[in-house]
């Protein structure tokens, strides 16, 4: 029964790999596991703001200055001031995106849809996925 299961799983994906170009995108942005956006909530869990990550490979999440530009800027959220210029960066490799936290002081944590507990960042990347939230300073970010 394993070896009919993974023939079978074989010839589906090889199905999804012949197919004409433009194809493929269709069917991860119809996956309900799929992340398509990173959404800023506020207090109450409403959605103020957003950001598009279809086809995008990498996002600098922090707070825009004169020096330095940012993909995602959380700098005029209510803790604004708490956001490092460079704090974490959402990097898509293998199909997954990982958050990693660059900050120097302030820290991240994700809260996992699967469990509902919020972990802190450590020294390494964390794949994270649609439902999980991030926080930062206290500022909810949705990935959906």
């Known amino acids: 029964a394993a070896g009919i299961l993974c023939a079978a799983a074989f010839g589906a994906d090889l199905v999804f790999r012949l197919r004409p170009p433009g194809q493929g995108e269709k069917k991860l942005r119809q996956d309900p596991f799929a992340v398509r956006e990173l959404v800023l909530l506020n207090e109450e869990d409403h959605p103020i703001k957003s950001w598009n990550l279809m086809g995008k490979t990498s996002l ?27 704090h974490a960066v959402l990097n ?3 199909q997954n995106w990982y958050l990693e936290d660059i900050s120097q002081e302030n820290g991240i944590r994700v809260q996992k849809a ?3 507990i919020p972990y802190r960042l450590g020294g390494r990347p964390c794949r994270v996925g649609a439902g999980d939230v991030i926080y930062i300073a206290n500022t909810k970010l949705l990935l959906t």
């Open 60 to 86: 600098i999440i922090g707070r825009k200055n004169q020096d330095e530009e940012v993909d995602v800027d959380l700098g005029d959220c209510a803790y604004g001031a708490l956001v490092e210029p460079q």
């Open 92 to 94: 898509f490799s293998c």
């Open 114 to 116: 699967q469990d509902g």
